[in-house]
């Protein structure tokens, strides 16, 4: 009895543990805030594709996205800011591209996307929200 009750001590210290160093390793991770105007600076790839000594290239995971999408996450009190994570998509994304179409508020019964979403493009949707894994 003793024994079952230290490993259950043992988990439980071992589980904080775990949930410590994932928030912050999640902390860690965050998309840094560009520290200088986004305004008559809006090719971002320019400076940061990798190609212009001396300038932080954007991270090899960032590979196919498009200048229009890097102020969602890295303006200050963007959408990618959010401490709220991005909710998992529950369902297949084939056939449903116009992710706006039912997102947009204009469909009933679906949940709408957030006032802070303004502007956002369907194709740019996905770069936070991801498929749910299947069961
Ligand atoms: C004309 C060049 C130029 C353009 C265009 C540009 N930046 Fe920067 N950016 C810089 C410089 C210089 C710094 C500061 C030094 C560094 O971190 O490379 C910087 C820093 C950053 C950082 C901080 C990186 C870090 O790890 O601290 C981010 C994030 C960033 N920029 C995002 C953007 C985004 C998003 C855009 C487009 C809206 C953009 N930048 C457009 C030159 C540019
Ligand atoms: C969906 C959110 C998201 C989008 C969109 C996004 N980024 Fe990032 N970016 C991140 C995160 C998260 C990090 C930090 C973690 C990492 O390094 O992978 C980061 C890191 C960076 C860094 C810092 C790299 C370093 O070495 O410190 C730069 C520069 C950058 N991004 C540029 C861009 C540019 C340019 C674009 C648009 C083409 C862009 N980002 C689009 C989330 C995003
Ligand atoms: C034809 C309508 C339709 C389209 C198009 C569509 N969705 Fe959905 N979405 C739904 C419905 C219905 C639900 C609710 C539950 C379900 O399907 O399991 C949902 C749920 C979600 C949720 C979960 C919301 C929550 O809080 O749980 C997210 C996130 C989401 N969709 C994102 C997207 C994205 C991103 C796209 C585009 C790639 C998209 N959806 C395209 C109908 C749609
Ligand atoms: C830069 C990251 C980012 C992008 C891009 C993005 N979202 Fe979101 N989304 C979030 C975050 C974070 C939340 C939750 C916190 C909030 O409301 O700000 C959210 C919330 C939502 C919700 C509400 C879920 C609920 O439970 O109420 C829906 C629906 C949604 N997004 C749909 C979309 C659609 C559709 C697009 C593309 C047009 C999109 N999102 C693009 C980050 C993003």
């Known amino acids: 009895m003793k024994l079952v009750r230290v490993f259950s001590s043992i988990g439980l210290g071992l589980a904080a543990l775990l949930i410590v160093s994932s928030a912050s390793a999640q902390a860690a991770k965050g998309p840094p805030v560009m520290p200088h105007d986004a305004q008559g600076r809006e090719q971002c790839l320019m400076c940061h594709g990798g190609a212009m000594e001396g300038m932080k290239?954007?991270?090899?995971?960032?590979?196919g996205r498009t200048n229009d999408s890097c102020p969602l996450c890295h303006a200050k009190e963007s959408v990618g800011q959010s401490a709220t994570a991005a909710?998992?998509?529950?369902?297949?994304?084939?056939?449903?591209?116009?992710?706006?179409?039912?997102?947009?508020?204009?469909?009933?019964?679906?949940k709408a996307a957030p006032a802070n979403?303004?502007?956002?493009?369907?194709?740019?949707?996905?770069?936070c929200h991801t498929v749910a894994a299947k069961k």
């Open 57 to 63: 290239a954007a991270p090899a995971d960032h590979k």
């Open 87 to 110: 909710a998992a998509i529950p369902h297949d994304t084939k056939g449903r591209e116009q992710c706006l179409m039912c997102h947009g508020g204009a469909m009933e019964g679906m």
């Open 117 to 127: 979403h303004k502007g956002i493009d369907n194709k740019n949707c996905a770069l």
